[in-house]
């Protein structure tokens, strides 16, 4: 919302409404074929930030054939400077869900994040709606990931919501039943743009993530999980090889699993 934002950023390089909110034409004229969209929820009336985003992602599909590869839902939330009683805007827990659930049907191509600035009870819910990228054992001070942050850190951004490690995340999604993955395969494979977005749209990328997902859980497991954790996932990816639909994928990951346990790494379809 150009009036909105010019108020919030009234002077610095922010303060051009077009030339930020082109930023993604130009990097899309420029030969970068995948880029992110996102507002920051609770600014202006929630109903305006989400019929504008997704317009924004029309626009992009209309103009170079490709939507937003991801789409960010932060929303305001209290971080040392920032009082959310003071934005009128502010939206709720119940709303909040229903956008997210809105923005699932309307681009089911696209994959959505959701920050560790939401609570575990509010990240949870949001997974069920669809958000498929979440962060885990996220600092967001200056310097926040070499050193320790004190408790009465004070150049945090934001404040965290979600205060758990990685290894306490990927565990929680392992006993929620979903399968956490570390896949960037499509970047490593130069599956970007069209390519991607045709492969989504038929549903085939489904046979690449899934199989792709069990193998970066497993290096995961090998490299950084607690004893617990990967043992759960061991289970998990047990089970899941079962899903597999073609005989030939299952065997090629089974044997790439077997490499992984033995040190090799960065396996991909
Ligand atoms: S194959 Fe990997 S990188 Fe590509 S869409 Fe699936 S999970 Fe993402």
Not at 15 to 35: K, L, N, P, S
Not at 49 to 74: K, R, W
Not at 105 to 134: D, K
Not at 141 to 163: I, K, L, M, T
């Amino acid at each position: 919302h150009k009036e909105s934002y010019e108020k919030l950023h009234p002077t610095g390089p922010k303060h051009d409404y077009a030339w930020h909110t082109e930023a993604m034409d130009r990097a899309m004229q420029g030969g970068i074929d995948d880029v992110g969209l996102g507002v920051l929820f609770g600014l202006e009336s929630y109903r305006y930030e989400f019929a504008a985003l997704l317009m924004h992602a029309e626009h992009l599909e209309a103009v170079y054939g490709v939507g937003p590869h991801t789409i960010s839902v932060p929303r305001i939330r209290r971080a040392d400077d920032i009082d959310p009683s003071m934005f009128s805007n502010a939206v709720d827990d119940e709303t909040f869900y229903k956008v997210v659930a809105c923005i699932r049907v309307a681009v089911p191509y696209t994959g959505m994040i959701v920050s560790t600035r939401e609570s575990r009870e509010c990240r949870e819910r949001l997974l069920h709606l669809g958000v498929s990228q979440i962060s885990g054992g996220s600092r967001t001070s200056v310097g926040g990931y070499c050193e320790p942050e004190p408790e009465d850190e004070n150049s945090a951004q934001f404040e965290v919501s979600d205060r758990r490690t990685l290894d306490e995340v990927v565990r929680w999604l392992i006993d929620l039943g979903y399968i956490p993955s570390f896949c960037t395969a499509c970047y490593r494979e130069g599956r970007t743009g069209d390519r991607f977005m045709s492969l989504c749209k038929s549903g085939q990328i489904q046979n690449c993530c899934h199989p792709n997902a069990l193998m970066t859980l497993m290096e995961y497991l090998e490299d950084y999980a607690s004893a617990e954790t990967k043992a759960a996932g061991e289970a998990l990816i047990l089970k899941e090889l079962g899903s597999i639909p073609s005989e030939k994928v299952r065997q090629i990951v089974v044997h790439n699993l077997e490499k992984i346990r033995n040190g090799s790494r960065d396996f991909r379809l």
